[in-house]
C-alpha cells in the first residue's frame, strides 16, 4: 500500500483519487468504479442489474455507491481479473456472454475493485496485471490479499516469449514470489511486456473456462 512519504503527489484529478483510494479513503463513492463483464450477483438493484447484463453478454461499470446500497454476493465459483480495458473489450467480442466473470482494475485496484471482490465469497480468483514492476507488485499484493487467488499468465513462461517486442522497463525492481524466476527474467532482459500482447493466450483461457 502506498503511504504519504512514498507517494508523489498528484497532479491531476485522476491521480489525486487513486491516492487517496491508495490509503483506503474515498472522497467521492461515484468516481471509485470498476468494469465488469459476465458477473452474476444476487443483492438488490445492483444485483439484477449484473445478472441482466451478464445474461446479454455486455459490459457494465459500477460505482462503490452502487455497491453500498445494498449486500452483494457474487454467483460465480471463478473470476478473472485483468489490468487493461482491452482485454475486457476482446472478451467481449470474441466470446459475449460465453466468457467466464471477468473484472477490470484500469491500473491501480480502486476500492470497488475492492469492494466488489470482496463479495465473491468463495469463489477462486485468477489475477494477472502487465509484466511491469508496478503490475508484478500490484499482483503480489492481490495474491497476498485474497485468500485462494492465483496468478494468472504472470510466470516467466508467459513472459520470455514476448519480451523481445516489450518496451523498455522501469521502476524499482520487486521480487515475484509465485514465481522468482520471473522477477529474475525481467531483470535480466530490462523489458516490460503489456497485457495486450497476451491477448491470444487470455482469450483462449476465458473461451475454455467459458465453455466448460
Do not use: K
Not at 4 to 30: F, I, K, T, Y
Request: proline fraction near 6%; hydrophobic fraction near 45%; charged fraction near 20%.
Amino acid at each position: 500500500m502506498a503511504t504519504w512519504q512514498q507517494a508523489a503527489l498528484p497532479v491531476d484529478g485522476e491521480r489525486e483519487r487513486a491516492l487517496w483510494e491508495s490509503v483506503g479513503l474515498v472522497p467521492d463513492d461515484l468516481a471509485s468504479q470498476v468494469l465488469v463483464l459476465n458477473v452474476r450477483a444476487t443483492g438488490g438493484l445492483l444485483g439484477r442489474w449484473l445478472t441482466e447484463a451478464a445474461q446479454a453478454g455486455v459490459p457494465i461499470r459500477v460505482t462503490l455507491h452502487q455497491l453500498r446500497l445494498a449486500p452483494l454476493t457474487l454467483d460465480c465459483d471463478e473470476v478473472y481479473v485483468c489490468e487493461n480495458p482491452a482485454v475486457l473489450r476482446a472478451a467481449t467480442t470474441t466470446l459475449g456472454a460465453q466468457a467466464p466473470p471477468l473484472i477490470c482494475t484500469e491500473g491501480l485496484p480502486s476500492v470497488a475493485v475492492h469492494t466488489l471482490l470482496g463479495a465473491a465469497h468463495g469463489a477462486a480468483i485468477r489475477w494477472r496485471n502487465d509484466f511491469d514492476w508496478t503490475g508484478v507488485r500490484l499482483t503480489a499484493a492481490a495474491l497476498q490479499r485474497y485468500r485462494g487467488a492465483v496468478p494468472w499468465r504472470m510466470t516467466a513462461a508467459d513472459y520470455l516469449p514476448r519480451a523481445g517486442t516489450g518496451t523498455a522497463l522501469i521502476g524499482t525492481p520487486t521480487r515475484t514470489p509465485w514465481d522468482e524466476s520471473l522477477g529474475e527474467s525481467m531483470r535480466r532482459t530490462g523489458r516490460a511486456v503489456m497485457e495486450e500482447r497476451l491477448l491470444d493466450l487470455l482469450i483462449a483461457d476465458l473461451r475454455v473456462t467459458g465453455a466448460g
